[in-house]
T-cell receptor
């Protein structure tokens, strides 16, 4: 049973470009969560999605960030017009039901030049 | 505003001895606590949890203690093994509230177990 998969593992973007991070949850999991870890910090909750629905985006920056979890395909975290402060590790997690025992992917490390 | 604090960035212990990792929290509404373990280039892996109605939970070599009055929890690993070397994150949630999926993490403690 494959775990949570994230790609790419590393992403380099120049300021002003767009970053698209993908997350495929574990088989049978319909709940997806995105967290961000800035350097020297703990993981911080960004958004919680179920298939085709955003349930809680209270941790998302108000501008430039969006997330989706379509009926088919992976969940996508999209960052438009990236800035240096967006450089971080972005972790996706999934669960079979809404719960805190979440299964994390390996993360995408975003570097903005 | 750091609601979950791990004040020791690192800890080094000898193989076979006890490792004690500490965590403090400020939000008295937190009612469920978890420890995650993270190896380099991997995501965090759930290790053990405890509800606020308990003061101890044990799973093999891992025991978590909760002191609600002090808003403090600790993870004990006995005996420590070199494979335990990793970053350990303490996390908390409002399990009885409407957002029982939202984890608040500490900054982590790097544990090194020396052979």
């Amino acid at each position: 049973n494959a775990g949570v998969m994230q790609n790419p593992r590393h992403l380099v973007r120049r300021r002003g470009q767009e970053a698209r991070l993908r997350c495929s949850p574990m088989k049978g999991h319909s709940h997806v969560y995105w967290y961000r870890q800035l350097p020297e910090e703990g993981l911080k909750f960004m958004v919680y999605l179920q298939k085709e629905n955003i349930i809680d985006e209270s941790g998302m920056p108000k501008e430039r960030f969006s997330a989706e979890f379509p009926k088919e395909g992976p969940s996508i975290l999209r960052i438009q017009q990236v800035v240096r402060g967006d450089s971080a590790a972005y972790f996706c997690a999934s669960s079979p039901r809404v719960q805190v025992e979440q299964f994390f992917g390996p993360g995408t490390r975003l570097t903005v030049l | 505003d750091q609601q979950v604090k791990q004040n020791s960035p690192s800890l080094s212990v000898q193989e076979g001895r006890i490792s004690i990792l500490n965590c403090d929290y400020t939000n008295s509404m937190f009612d469920y606590f978890l420890w995650y373990k993270k190896y380099p280039a991997e995501g965090p892996t759930f290790l053990i949890s405890i509800s606020s109605i308990k003061d101890k939970n044990e799973d093999g070599r891992f025991t978590v203690f909760l002191n609600k009055s002090a808003k403090h929890l600790s993870l004990h690993i006995v005996p420590s093994q070199p494979g335990d070397s990793a970053v350990y994150f303490c996390a908390a949630s409002l399990n009885s509230g409407g957002s029982n999926y939202k984890l608040t993490f500490g900054k982590g403690t790097l544990l090194t177990v020396n052979p």
